[in-house]
């Protein structure tokens, strides 16, 4: 299953870079962020309490803590770091979710330029969904799939998008196994863990 994750991943990443590359540091100095007036977010919601995340870059693998593994049914799995096109990124094994292997990726979109880049290029993603907050932040889920699966459900894979920053998102990806009970809903499930994503980087430890 990880050759579908790895090509959504680079699919989104790649279109980040063409918007050049922005900061990763975290902060939580709202007076750092772009001003409404100066900066065209097409169409994307600003973020009104930009989280810090810096810590989280430097070791991706503590965006998720056992008991938040334990709660996602991902049982004691270990976590495999790696600094991807988009940025610093943690996959985990879903060994617990299903009979067959199911991956959990999240990255810090650094060479990104924000969820505004993502809204630029919703209409050349094969899929863009606005969702509501999560945890305060807003989120869309919106990536390129192969043609023969134009949609998540169909491709069993979703990508979630959380803006942190302005100029910052944080990228949940999930790409499920044949027997895997989340089949039917991949965003719900890339929505949970997000979820705990932002829970960690509020709590900022």
């Known amino acids: 299953m990880r050759p579908k994750l790895a090509l959504t991943n680079a699919a989104l990443s790649a279109v980040a870079l063409l918007a050049g590359c922005g900061s990763g540091a975290g902060t939580t100095d709202t007076s750092e962020q772009p001003a409404t007036s100066s900066v065209d977010m097409h169409g994307a919601p600003e973020v009104q309490n930009p989280l810090d995340t810096k810590a989280f870059q430097q070791k991706p693998c503590a965006t998720l803590k056992p008991a938040q593994l334990r709660g996602l049914k991902m049982g004691d799995t270990k976590g495999e ?66 043609p023969q699966t134009p949609t998540p459900e169909e491709a069993g894979s979703c990508d979630v998008n959380v803006g942190v920053k302005n100029d910052l998102v944080v990228l949940t990806q999930i790409t499920l196994g044949d027997d895997s009970p989340y089949q039917g809903d991949p965003c719900g499930r890339a929505r949970d863990v997000a979820t705990e994503v932002v829970k960690t980087l509020k709590a900022g430890t």
């Open 81 to 146: 770091s790696d600094d991807s096109t988009g940025g610093p990124s943690c996959t985990w094994t879903d060994r617990f979710a299903g009979p067959s292997d199911s991956t959990v990726q999240v990255t810090y979109m650094v060479n990104g330029a924000g969820l505004k880049h993502v809204y630029q290029q919703k209409d050349v993603f094969e899929y863009f969904r606005e969702l509501s907050q999560i945890e305060g932040y807003p989120a869309v889920a919106g990536s390129s799939l192969a």
